[in-house]
């Protein structure tokens, strides 16, 4: 038993990063005002998704954050010293980003664009003009959606990633453009290219409105 726990302690040696932030030099580190001033930044972002995250969301990103602690921090912090940042400076990058990571999850939950329970699979209706679109979740880490807009037997398909910062959904195919603007969970606009209104014989611009008859 004695030889198991010794292999088993070989075996995280080796598995650690080389270039790891131990304990001691994360205090050193905390003397920098740059780098404390992010610790405080990420430790304010846990505190808040702790209080605007259903208990069993936060519980899966409390999981995560100790993930990005344990080794994530560490990886994104090489990728900006082989950047040449000096390594206080790599880690004070990786911690804001971290920050403003969980601060941008935490916005997309306030504003209901993406509940914080569940998935999204909604509908949206322009009653004028008869046409709707649909909206999927596929990546809830990444905020990347599937939108597929639909109206007389005609259908476009595209793919985007929501922009937290002024609520927006950028979809790209080829040369078709669109781009959704949510002003609530219920109400979105869309304004397309040149290029969409020529694929799709149904005007897709204008603003939808959720719906609830499922």
Not at 191 to 208: E, L, M, P, S
Request: glycine share 6%; with cysteine.
């Amino acid at each position: 038993m004695r030889r198991l726990f010794m292999v088993i302690a070989v075996l995280l040696v080796i598995s650690a990063p080389a270039f790891a932030l131990s304990d001691s030099e994360y205090r050193k580190m905390m003397k920098d005002p740059e780098f404390s001033a992010a610790d405080r930044e990420l430790t304010s972002a846990y505190n808040e998704a702790k209080r605007i995250m259903s208990e069993s969301e936060f519980a899966g990103f409390r999981r995560d954050q100790r993930e990005w602690i344990a080794k994530q921090r560490d990886v994104r912090a090489k990728t900006f010293m082989e950047d040449g940042y000096s390594r206080v400076e790599a880690y004070t990058k990786a911690t804001l980003e971290r920050a403003r990571g969980i601060r941008a999850r935490l916005h997309v939950i306030q504003t209901c664009v993406i509940d914080d329970v569940g998935e999204i699979d909604e509908a949206y209706y322009d009653n004028g003009k008869g046409s709707y679109l649909h909206l999927s979740l596929v990546s809830r880490a990444q905020f990347w959606f599937e939108v597929s807009f639909a109206g007389q037997g005609d259908k476009v398909v595209m793919m985007g990633h929501f922009d937290p910062d002024d609520n927006t959904i950028a979809l790209e195919d080829g040369g078709l453009k669109a781009v959704l603007t949510f002003s609530d969970k219920d109400t979105l606009s869309v304004k397309v290219n040149g290029a969409f209104r020529r694929a799709f014989t149904v005007d897709a611009n204008g603003t939808y409105t959720r719906h609830y008859g499922k």
